[in-house]
T-cell receptor, first 113, second 114 residues
Framework: GAVVSQHPSWVICKSGTSVKIECRSL??????MFWYRQFPKQSLMLMAT?????????EQGVEKDKFLINHASLTLSTLTVTSAHPEDSSFYIC?????????FGSGTRLTVV | QKEVEQDPGPLSVPEGAIVSLNCTYS??????FMWYRQYSRKGPELLMY????GNKEDGRFTAQVDKSSKYISLFIRDSQPSDSATYLC??????????????FGKGTLLTVNP
């Protein structure tokens, strides 16, 4: 089946630094990638939708300058958390539509200290 | 009113029990209904999907959709400790299209005790 490989699975960084999370579609072309954030014991919150070759669409309230999304190819989408702060600590998950459903990456646990 | 309502539980059952999980929704445009299982600190994995109303069975899992009542269910028969996870219902207006996002329930935390 279609697989989305997400890396890293966990990362710890210092406040003020930037962190890049990668999602690769391994055996299919992902023209679209959804990026989610999940807090403990809560559901997934859609942050943005990236489309290959065009600008990402951000959900209301998500800072586009803090969460930079790039979808440079049909198999790679990246999320960069810039100038990270402790409140950015969360679980980040990517997802690609694979008709008729959606497949998810394994998630990245980000801890900002 | 939220678009998708799901009782977050937690739900604790003995091994072998039948588990019933459900969600209600308000958007009548939803046509594709999915159930995902999420283990702690992992990404969601697809369990079942159903298009429009009806039932679908896969092994110990049965998904039901009643569009007239805007109500979907997931039944797990002969539950096992390995079924312990968070179960998320999700739905969309279209299948896999970039313009149609998934809307999730809050997730139900299930524990199956040996």
């Amino acid at each position: 089946g279609a697989v989305v490989s997400q890396h890293p699975s966990w990362v710890i960084c210092k406040s003020g630094t930037s962190v890049k999370i990668e999602c690769r579609s391994l055996d299919f072309q992902a023209t679209t990638m959804f990026w989610y954030r999940q807090f403990p014991k809560q559901s997934l919150m859609l942050m943005a939708t990236s489309n290959e070759g065009s600008k990402a669409t951000y959900e209301q309230g998500v800072e586009k300058d803090k969460f930079l999304i790039n979808h440079a190819s049909l198999t790679l989408s990246t999320l960069t958390v810039t100038s990270a702060h402790p409140e950015d600590s969360s679980f980040y998950i990517c997802s690609a539509p694979v008709s008729p459903t959606y497949t998810f990456g394994s998630g990245t646990r980000l801890t900002v200290v | 009113q939220k678009e998708v309502e799901q009782d977050p539980g937690p739900l604790s059952v003995p091994e072998g029990a039948i588990v019933s999980l459900n969600c209600t929704y308000s958007n009548s445009a939803f046509q594709y209904f999915m159930w995902y299982r999420q283990y702690s600190r992992k990404g969601p994995e697809l369990l079942m999907y159903t298009y429009s109303s009806g039932n679908k069975e896969d092994g110990r899992f049965t998904a039901q959709v009643d569009k007239s009542s805007k109500y979907i269910s997931l039944f797990i028969r002969d539950s096992q400790p390995s079924d312990s996870a968070t179960y998320l219902c999700a739905m969309s207006q279209n299948s896999g299209g970039s313009n149609y996002k998934l809307t999730f329930g809050k997730g139900t935390l299930l524990t199956v005790n040996p």
